[in-house]
């Protein structure tokens, strides 16, 4: 093979290798998350609502709300065996419980899942099952007397 | 002198030839694994917009004022439990307007189905709030579920469940 020939089939090679190379950047750069991110806030949104919303049960059918909101007014009681110490009262139990069945049913095994609720910036009521420190939050709700609920989602 | 040259050429022939062969063979390789990558993104493309359109849809159907809860024209954010019976009656009786919503949507099947509390496994209906699906429209083959949590509205009794709205898509 000619020196000229030679030369030719390496510049082929070159341009072949640079048009692959432009066409995984062109990929790459394409990628776009935002689609994803609006549907996780839906997503969160719509489990916030339903978890504000929902009747228990048992309880008289009483909402999870009031029943968080009851943990929140009296987050500890005092243990009745030795040693006398503070544990958490039987409404937050009952709550934290309630909340894992809700988060168990309604969001796949990969997500992970952030709640949290506060009275006066205090966090009484503390549910994930993971790390989550980026994720989706849900509109926080706020009710009268400094109630304060939050849910976050990852995935 | 003459034989020479004629061999010379024969042989600059065939070395023009082969490096043509050989360019070309380089040409079409290029070409097949251009369009083999091309075919993978369009396929990869298609399978995302229709993962971007079910999940969409799904959470836009439960503003669909069909299900959506409301109190004197006023919207709430759930769906009516009573709703879905009268619209599962309507698609179920009216195979026209079943359709029609098929073709709107693009879907092959969506139901709701009742998460917490638990409740009684089976199909909703005007007698009792005892139950746990509401299926607006069946699909019992393969495809891909979509689903978001909702709350639902039991106007009779005047309380809440949580659910799942579903979707069923095409697969791949």
Known sequence: MKKGQAEIFGLIFIVILLIFALIFFVRIKQSDDSSVTLRSSFRANNLMNAIMDVNLDYLDKTSLKELMKDCLDNPTKLNPNPPPQKIKSDICVAVEKDLT???KATLSEIEIYQFKGSLDTITYIELFNGVCDEGITASPVRLPRNY???????? | MRRNLLKKGQLEIGITMMVLLVFFILLIVALVVYFQFTYTTIKESRQEILDEKFSTLVNSLTSAPEIKCSVRGIERECLDAKKLIAFREVLTNNGNIKDKYLDEFGILGLEVEVVYPTVTPRECDVTSIDCNKFTLMGY?????????????????????????????GEVE
């Open chain 1, 101 to 103: 069945d809700i988060f």
């Open chain 2, 140 to 168: 019992t083959g393969d495809g891909l579920r979509y689903a978001t949590p909702v709350s639902i509205y039991y106007p009779s009794d005047n309380i809440y469940r949580i659910g799942k709205l579903i979707i069923i």
């Open chain 1, 148 to 155: 304060n609920f939050e849910l976050k989602l990852c995935s």
